[in-house]
């Protein structure tokens, strides 16, 4: 999941996502980074609009809170995670 806060948090810094981006960012939190993660992760996102998917997540999380009680631990937005990694990150940098 930190690598998805990772990414996430160069993305909305303006930033390019590279592995180099990522690692930096793990390692200032202190994170020990699996290069293949950080290398596939990079990989996955490749030609992905992620302004046009935190849109689709906002949008589809209504239909999310209607899904059964079961499924709900498993259903986060991206919205909730680009807020989670800002606070996350806010709160490493006091």
Known sequence: MEYIY???????????I?????????????????????KALVAALEGVDIEEAIAKAAFAAPAAAAAPAAAAPACYTLKTIIKSARTYFSILYL
């Open 6 to 16: 990772a990414a996430l948090l160069l993305h909305n810094a303006g930033k390019a």
């Open 18 to 38: 590279t592995e180099e981006a990522i690692t930096a960012v793990l390692q200032a939190a202190g994170i020990e980074v699996n290069e293949a993660r950080a």
